[in-house]
């Protein structure tokens, strides 16, 4: 059973960055896909970027060319790095995965664990 912990979110300027981290226990993800998702109020969850256990990324395309999915196996933690950060980025933040290697943004109930999130407001 993994256990996911977000950290990293908090409150930004418009055109400012952020970095969040995810952070696994109870087993390792190396050879899983992990994935960031996000849900603002009111809103259905969207996904917003996944990563295959062979390191290919996938980004929808708000956020293509602006955010950047990464991982370190040796720290069992997984990032997202969001620069050019915009207003409609608020939302609560949520760190997944899946015991599979392949998975994308748009398949959101193909992950199996999640973590409970970490919000990000972005003001204007």
């Known amino acids: 059973q993994l256990q996911l912990v977000e950290s990293g979110g908090g409150s930004v300027q418009a055109g400012g960055s952020l970095r969040l981290s995810c952070a696994a226990s109870g087993d390792t993800f190396s050879s899983y896909c992990m994935g960031w998702f996000r849900q603002a109020p009111g809103k259905e969850r969207e996904g917003v970027a996944t990563?295959?256990?062979?390191?290919?990324?996938t980004y929808v395309d708000s956020v293509k060319g602006r955010f950047t999915i990464s991982k370190d196996n040796a720290k069992n933690t997984a990032y997202l790095q969001m620069n050019s950060l915009k207003p409609e980025d608020t939302a609560m933040y949520y760190c997944?995965?899946?015991?599979?290697?392949?998975?994308?943004?748009?398949?959101?109930?193909?992950?199996?664990?999640w973590g409970q999130g970490t919000q990000v407001t972005v003001s204007s």
């Open positions: 997944a995965t899946r015991e599979y290697w392949w998975c994308i943004p748009t398949r959101p109930h193909d992950m199996n664990y």
């Open positions: 990563l295959n256990s062979d390191g290919a990324p």
